[in-house]
């Protein structure tokens, strides 16, 4: 058995102490916190680091990584939710030279080639920086205007590059979709040139004859003739494109394809893609991989190419273009957003850093914006511990691997893995069991019920149950308030492992319907969530596959929406044309979940009439999302009590039918954003009911958003969406093959469901200017401090931060597929 060292990172500074990393083909563990092997950590997806090299700590959600032309200098673009940054680096000595803050940022990079300028792309507020560089850092930063940017016509630059001779920089957009040349000696606009699509990253041909502009919608690469001044070819490529490689020559281009697993190789005298590269573990079409980074190695034989959801490199020789052949994979941090060739090494940004975390500090559900509609505190000042800031990336130097260490690094990527491709067949399970283990085997189980909530954690609703690893400090949403879910978890299964995919809505209702959010969607959510710009709905931001409904509709499967992806009928997607509850309202917190329920029981009754009752049945009941403190709108404890008396009416309500028999529940949190909780920022309560469930346990095996979705495919002979629900372990444990048909009893709400805000105070005046109009224009670190001094008080202080890595405690097994 061979192992490799690697070195711990702390405030940015390399350490010199060294831990053993011993491979080996590993189980998932039930319980995070102990380890058997060190340095390998399990995220609370289920998938598991163990980054080679040595780690830098940088700043929140690192996109881009751009090298100065003589290789002194490397400069970070941090553009997370929470402190966005430029910082610059000695990539030689791997040490941090200097870090400045920015309102605004999002990707853009580029030095010129004196190595005197930096150029920085400055977000919504339609700008560009220049920082000069001085011998100890970043001077001053000049900014080049790029317009006047309005809700209706937002200008956000992304990618940037500069000539050789400093005399003309080029910075292309999203939503403007805009190529916009700019003379850097005055910070004019030379020209304006409209681009066939949302810009990602845009770069130079060696003779400065061509830009190269990759659509991130598009699939689709733009040729820019810098002599003809415009657009001469639209390349078609893989589906969302985003960073770009040329070789030295610029005979070759190589494109990243996030969203299909892919590498366009393109000959640039054609303009045909000559090859395509497939970067993922196994022979799938499966999403997941999330191919987002290109590096080629100094003899431009080796191409690194970063696998974000994979946490790894995939390596290729490329030596003969047209004809690559694969060498392996090397592990790196959690969500590579892109990697770069110095020499002899190889330097990779991790977007994600190394683990997730505990929030015992997290929010609590109300807090605040200043009368501008900026959240305050949100550059990174509050104590709040916010999911959303939680993650500080990391940057990885790696030295190329020679062949051995190759083979060991492959393994090790291997050993971090869930997915295979004999999971998508056949699920973990056990013989007998309700749930089949192999796609397209019978359940007994006939229709499933998929109910979405809104954002709390485990600790806020479940603490209080002694049965359960809860902290009854961080409980606010008790028994009293939520009588229904606590016997539902009481008289069926309480599961005190379960952990959220999604950091916040707008990843969290892809993750729950669809098992995979998208680069597009990770990488701008943070923008939006830290009110620095607009949120980012384009056509090609969901699954290239599509969502459970798609999945349904492949397989014959029938299927009714209840308010998830639409309301009253009109559907905002495809295929839930002709598939939503006519009654049922969206998301609308002056809307109770009351409501809600009478519009599903409605439906479903008019459904069990003429016996057609859907196979699958999503619905979303959303009231515990709180509308905080503000003035006139319900309280949060009435909020919450009536979302769990619109769950107990429908679960009562199913449960009372004749199909009752044959049905399933399950009720999750679409995120876990809302609220603190002590084992981890991601660990959220979720509910199994149904005959076929198990009655009085505690199940204490860790179970994930895509292990829901992957036991509801099994049920209905679903494929999975995504390699996350491929690779996920189903719900089994918590199934019987011996039906107990008592029916639930709902439980009335021992609160005051109708109760309004009326305390004039100082969270109930942040709360007025809480956006509520939709699912989380509110940073919930904002509102959950104002949630946490409703329950303890206006001079409450919210709990001291707390921090644990999640780690597992690993078994060996046998081979992948056990």
């Not at 605040?368 to 990336?393: A, M, R």
């Not at 189980?445 to 979405?452: E, L, Q, R, S």
């Not at 806020?460 to 606010?476: A, E, F, H, R, W």
């Not at 009478?598 to 515990?624: E, G, Y």
Request: hydrophobic residues 35%; glycine residues 8%; contains cysteine.
């Amino acid at each position: 058995m061979k192992s490799l060292y690697f070195k711990s990172i702390s405030s940015g500074r390399m350490l010199g102490t060294a831990a053993l990393l011993t491979l080996g083909l590993c189980t998932q563990a039930q319980t995070p916190g102990k380890t058997k092997i060190p340095g390998q950590t399990l995220l609370p997806n289920g998938w598991k680091l163990s980054p080679a090299g040595r780690q830098l700590e940088v700043g929140d959600l690192p996109l881009n990584l751009q090298i100065s032309a003589s290789g002194k200098f490397m400069a970070v673009s941090n553009n997370g939710q929470s402190t966005q940054s430029v910082q610059l680096i000695d990539p030689r000595s791997e040490k941090l030279l200097d870090t400045r803050e920015l309102k605004k940022s999002w990707y853009g990079l580029s030095f010129s080639h004196d190595e005197r300028h930096l150029y920085v792309a400055g977000g919504y507020d339609a700008m560009i920086f220049d920082f000069h560089i001085t011998a100890n850092g970043l001077g001053e930063a000049d900014t080049i205007r790029l317009g006047k940017p309005t809700a209706k016509k937002p200008i956000c630059p992304t990618g940037l590059a500069v000539d050789k001779t400093n005399t003309n920089l080029y910075a292309v957009t999203k939503e403007d979709s805009t190529l916009y040349i700019i003379n850097p000696a005055n910070y004019s606009i030379t020209k304006k040139v409209h681009i066939p699509g949302n810009a990602y990253s845009c770069l130079l041909s060696a003779d400065e004859k061509s830009l190269y502009i990759s659509l991130w919608e598009k699939a689709a690469v733009a040729r820019y003739d810098i002599a003809a001044g415009k657009v001469t070819a639209v390349i078609p490529t893989g589906d969302h494109p985003n960073e770009l490689l040329l070789n030295k020559k610029a005979t070759y281009l190589f494109v990243a394809n996030a969203n299909d697993n892919t590498v366009s190789v393109i000959q640039t005298a054609t303009g045909k893609v000559v090859e395509t590269i497939s970067t993922a573990l196994y022979p799938t079409k499966l999403a997941g991989s999330t191919t987002n980074g290109l590096a080629l190695s100094a003899d431009e034989k080796t191409l690194y190419i970063a696998n974000a959801d994979n946490n790894c490199l995939a390596v290729f020789d490329v030596t003969t273009p047209g004809n690559s052949k694969s060498i392996g994979f090397i592990p790196v941090g959690w969500y590579p957003t892109n990697v770069k060739v110095l020499g002899n090494k190889i330097i990779v940004a991790n977007g994600k850093g190394l683990t997730s975390k505990a929030n015992p500090g997290g929010p609590q559900p109300f807090q605040k914006e200043n009368n501008v509609g900026e959240h305050v505190g949100q550059i990174g000042k509050s104590k709040v511990e916010y999911i959303g800031g939680l993650f500080i990336g990391t940057v990885s130097f790696i030295d190329a691997p020679k062949p051995e260490q190759m083979k060991i690094y492959t393994k090790q990527v291997y050993a971090n893995t869930p997915f295979t491709q004999k999971g998508i067949i056949n699920a973990k399970g056990e013989e007998g069991n309700p749930i089949p283990h192999r796609l397209g085997d019978k359940s007994p189980i006939k229709y499933v019920f998929y109910i979405i909530k809104e954002n709390r954690t485990y600790d806020q609703v479940l603490g209080d149950m002694t049965k359960g690893n809860g902290d009854t400090s961080l409980c606010i949403f008790g028994k009293n308030i939520t009588p229904n879910q606590h016997a539902l978890a009481n008289q069926f299964v309480l599961l005190d492992n379960f952990y959220v995919d999604a950091e916040v809505s707008e990843d969290g209702h892809n993750w729950s319907m669809g098992a995979y959010a998208t680069d597009i969607i990770e990488k701008t959510w943070p923008t939006n969530y830290s009110n620095r710009g607009p949120s980012y709905n384009g056509p090609a931001t969901g699954t290239r596959d599509g969502y459970i409904w798609d999945a349904c509709k492949r397989a014959g499967v029938t299927y009714r929406s209840y308010g998830e992806f639409g309301a009253y009928g009109k559907a905002q997607l495809k295929s839930l044309q002709g598939h939503m509850g006519p009654h049922s309202p969206g998301f609308n917190l002056k809307i109770k979940d009351q409501v809600r329920a009478d519009a599903w029981i409605h439906d479903f009754d008019s459904l069990m009439n003429i016996n057609a009752v859907p196979q699958l049945s999503t619905l979303r009941i959303s009231d515990d999302h709180t509308s905080g403190q503000k003035i006139g709108e319900y309280s949060p404890i009435a909020a919450v009590a009536d979302n769990d008396l619109a769950v107990g009416r429908i679960v009562e309500h199913l449960s009372q039918s004749p199909i009752w028999k044959e049905s399933v529940v399950f009720i999750l949190e679409d995120d876990a954003q809302a609220g603190p909780d002590h084992v981890d920022a991601h660990r959220s309560p979720v509910y199994v009911a149904g005959p076929f469930v198990k009655r009085g346990q505690v199940i204490h095996s860790m179970y994930s958003t895509t292990g829901v979705e992957r036991t509801i495919e099994l049920i209905l002979g679903l494929q999975p969406m995504s390699q996350y629900d491929a690779a996920a372990v189903p719900f089994f444990e918590c199934f019987t093959s011996k039906a107990d048909v008592t029916p639930f009893k709902v439980i009335p709400a021992h609160v005051d469901i109708d109760q309004r805000n009326i305390a004039v105070n100082k969270s109930s005046k942040r709360s007025e200017y809480f956006n509520l109009a939709n699912e989380d224009q509110v940073p919930d670190r904002d509102m959950n401090e104002v949630i946490w001094k409703y329950f303890k008080g206006e001079d409450a202080v919210m709990p001291a931060p707390k921090r644990s890595a999640f780690v597992m405690l690993e078994k060996k097994r046998k081979d992948d597929d056990d």
